[in-house]
């Protein structure tokens, strides 16, 4: 069963009511689970980051984090369970350590070098590995694959430079986080996982 | 069944099956883990 207890039943119910077919049922469950997950990760993300008092921090790197991870793709886990639990830890744990680093070297005259250096590096990551696909969502037409790295380039280059316009603020720092936390689940390493998953 | 009972699902099925074919347009749908995806949402 791919999907959760509670989408399949939702699902079947919907299709038996409105006498859709099996494949309108099949979708419907896999929105379902995609929605479900979606509210609960964001939700436990911001919780995290609440309880650490980096709220409004933690908003700003989840999304620039999951805008760059929708057009590049990454590597994932075999459950949702585990992606929920890495999520709820590694979003505030990067979060946390950009606030830290801004509160500590935010003044220095080689900071905003230092945040220029992460982007052209995930700029180099993106360019080079995005679209990473997985096999529960393949990605198999070409001109599609070309278009998401096109704009996934776009996005790093467009953080990039919010990141040099609000280089005095903790939000450069929150949004090179989350583009620096998921341009290095694109790296190789963490294929061998997904592709055994 | 009641035409409001019917429009109800109805309304839920339509923006359930909107969102799974706005998914379709991006590389992965969630931060970690992707549900298996239909068939006919693969690009």
Redesign the interface.
């Given at each position: 069963m791919?999907?959760s207890r509670f989408s399949t039943t939702v699902s079947k119910y919907?299709a038996r009511?409105?006498k859709?077919d099996s494949?309108?049922e099949?979708?419907?469950a896999?929105?379902?689970?995609?929605?479900i997950?979606?509210v609960v990760?964001y939700a436990g993300v911001i919780a995290v980051g609440w309880l650490l008092g980096i709220a409004k921090a933690i908003i700003v790197t989840i999304i620039a984090?999951?805008v760059l991870?929708?057009?590049?793709?990454?590597?994932?886990?075999s459950?949702?369970y585990?992606?929920?639990l890495?999520?709820a830890v590694s979003y505030p744990a990067a979060c946390w350590a950009s606030q830290r680093a801004f509160a500590l070297w935010g003044r220095e005259p080689l900071a905003p070098a230092v945040l220029l250096i992460i982007c052209l590096c995930c700029l180099a990551i993106v360019a080079a590995f995005?679209?990473?696909?997985?096999p529960?969502?393949?990605?198999?037409?070409e001109t599609?694959r070309k278009r998401?790295k096109l704009l996934a380039v776009i996005a790093v280059l467009a953080y990039s430079l919010a990141v040099y316009l609000l280089r005095d603020t903790y939000i450069a720092y929150a949004v090179t986080a989350g583009m620096a936390l998921q341009s290095l689940?694109l790296l190789p390493l963490f294929g061998i996982k997904r592709l055994t998953s | 069944?009641s035409k409001v009972k019917?429009a109800v699902?109805?309304v839920?099925?339509t923006a359930?099956?909107l969102?799974?074919s706005a998914?379709s347009v991006?590389?992965?749908?969630?931060?970690?883990?992707?549900?298996?995806?239909?068939k006919?949402?693969?690009?």
């Open positions: 791919p999907y919907l009511e409105l859709l494949e309108r099949q979708v419907i896999y929105s379902l689970d995609s929605l997950l979606y990760g984090g999951d991870r929708k057009l590049s793709g990454g590597a994932h886990f459950t949702p585990r992606c929920l890495f999520s995005a679209p990473v696909d997985c529960a969502k393949p990605i198999v037409s599609f998401l689940t | 069944m019917m699902l109805t839920a099925t359930l099956l969102f799974a998914t991006f590389a992965c749908v969630i931060c970690m883990y992707q549900p298996e995806t239909p006919s949402l693969i690009r």
